[in-house]
């Protein structure tokens, strides 16, 4: 899915408000960015500028064509008090694309929104990023070991670039579950954001053997916080130009970098377990995802560790949350605790019911763009006491 980065022109704190919800809730994920903070960068690396011209149409006029002049691609959305025929043609021989008087009807911005997506896309001629979000109902609900596996069964099926990412401060723990020791982490991309390309990138990951690559989670307990939920969120913009799918570890709790991520999110993937405590704490997370204004639509719920029968049936569970279950992986402790001890994911320890549930889940993400792995030899399983011995 394309993923826009908007530009908000307006001295006016409720107009960044609205614009800003309005432009979060659409069904493409865009990033916000305000002209007050970004102001030697104006229209340099947005595909969206709104410009509120509601105090002054004169000015805000010459700030159209001004934009439009340093920047013929963007699209650039005029709002205004009414729709006068006059301010209208003004705005629109200024190089404005859209008009919308306020407060905008959402149902209108967002199809705007999407026809700038898809003449972006279409200029760029490639098949756009997918950047996909596991964020656990509570800890311990299996949100590493899901993502993790997701991850690699992605780049191993599609055979496209992919990086996973662990967003948790201290106790990240992608890295371990894929059996490798990283040199750098999350922090020296966020921390040297300039920097960010094609090379810089292969010296802070490591790739595993799946050819996934790893953006491995900090080592702080206090980074990422909550002064680096805007560099979290200009990283994933600039990884969905270096890479096909971008897969993120949330873990559990909501801060600025988890709500980073899931404003990017083209899908959230929310991982609960079959008991009271997790529903209970998905219902409030689900409230929250729409507090924040980001689309319900995104929203997918994985149902991890479900023994047959349920111990609270399936169709009560949707009830409760007000969302299907997308998806439900069984319950299989002793795989599961030997894939974590050994460092090799699921996805390669061999025929498993988890494994295959894996597959069917992944095969969902890539649809058309799957392919056939059986050539690759199959899924191949290593010496869990050799895998063991390289992490210490």
Known sequence: ???????????????????????????????????????????????????????????????????????????????????????????????ANEFFTWPPDAETFHTAIRRTAARRDSAQGARPATTLVFFGAKGGA???TVAVNCGVELARLSKRSTVILDLKPGLGEVALFLGVRPRFTLLDAIDNLTRLDREFLREVTVKHKSGLDILAGSEHFDRPGGSDGGAIEELLRMLTKL?????????????????????????????????????????????????????????????????????????????????????????????????????????????????????????????????DASGAGGRKSMLPLERIASLW
């Open 1 to 95: 899915m394309a993923h826009l980065v908007a530009l908000l022109v307006s001295e006016d704190d409720s107009f960044h408000s609205q614009i800003g919800r309005l432009l979060r809730s659409t069904s493409i994920p865009v990033s916000v960015t305000d002209d007050r903070v970004a102001r030697d960068s104006v229209g340099a690396s947005a595909d969206v500028i709104v410009v509120d011209t509601r105090t002054d149409p004169m000015s805000a006029a010459s700030t159209i064509e001004r934009l439009r002049g340093s920047s013929p691609s963007v699209s650039i959305f005029a709002v205004a008090l009414a729709a006068e025929p006059e301010l209208i043609l003004r705005t629109m021989r200024a190089g």
């Open 142 to 144: 299996g949100t590493t």
């Open 243 to 371: 890479y096909d799918y971008i897969v993120v570890d949330g873990g559990s709790q909501i801060n600025s970098c988890t709500v980073s991520s899931l404003y990017t999110a083209d899908q959230l993937f929310l991982v609960g377990n079959p008991d009271v405590p997790s529903i209970r704490n998905a219902q409030r997370l689900l409230d929250r995802v729409r507090q924040l204004g980001a689309v319900g639509e995104r929203v997918r719920v994985l149902l991890n560790r479900a023994s047959s029968p349920l111990p609270i049936p399936q169709k009560q569970i949707e009830g409760a949350l007000g969302h299907p279950i997308h998806h439900t992986f069984p319950n299989d402790y002793k795989t599961v605790s030997n894939a974590l001890n050994s460092g090799v994911p699921l996805a390669l320890t061999g025929d498993t019911e988890l494994a295959a549930q894996f597959d069917k889940f992944t095969q969902g993400i890539l649809g058309p763009f799957a392919e």
